[in-house]
Nanobody, 124 residues
Framework: QVQLVESGGGLVQPGGSLRLSCAAS????????IGWFRQAPGKEREGVSC????????YYTNSVKGRFTISKDNAKNTVYLQMNSLKPEDTAVYTC?????????????????WGQGTLVTVSS
């Protein structure tokens, strides 16, 4: 059974940091792209960041560049999202998926599996 389980969300003040984790089971992150997505209340889901399976390149949406860092630990089959300098507009449900929108059209590898999401709330 392929599965992704996120953790690490919570309430944080503006300017604070959080690290999200996404543990994969039933498949290896060695062989697929992996990314983080978010959906804020009343808004469409957007891609936040991802790692390409092809060459390990990382991608970020413009609003988080310089503040968020995606990383992957293949030994633990886990991907992380380090979020610094958080802003209220980062408030959303964050979900990981074996997907990377920035590499569509390439020969990257994807899998139809999504986590359940973890809520990040940035508020004073």
């Amino acid at each position: 059974q392929v599965q992704l389980v996120e953790s690490g969300g919570g309430l944080v003040q503006p300017g604070g940091s959080l690290r999200l984790s996404c543990a994969a089971s039933g498949f290896s992150l060695d062989y697929y792209a992996i990314g983080w997505f978010r959906q804020a209340p009343g808004k469409e889901r957007e891609g936040v960041s991802c790692i390409s399976h092809n060459d390990g390149s990382t991608y970020y949406t413009n609003s988080v560049k310089g503040r968020f860092t995606i990383s992957k630990d293949n030994a633990k089959n886990t991907v992380y999202l380090q979020m610094n300098s958080l802003k209220p507009e980062d408030t959303a449900v964050y979900t990981c998926a074996a997907d990377c929108p920035w590499t569509y059209g390439s020969n990257d590898r994807y899998l139809e599996v999504w986590g359940q999401g973890t809520l990040v709330t940035v508020s004073s």
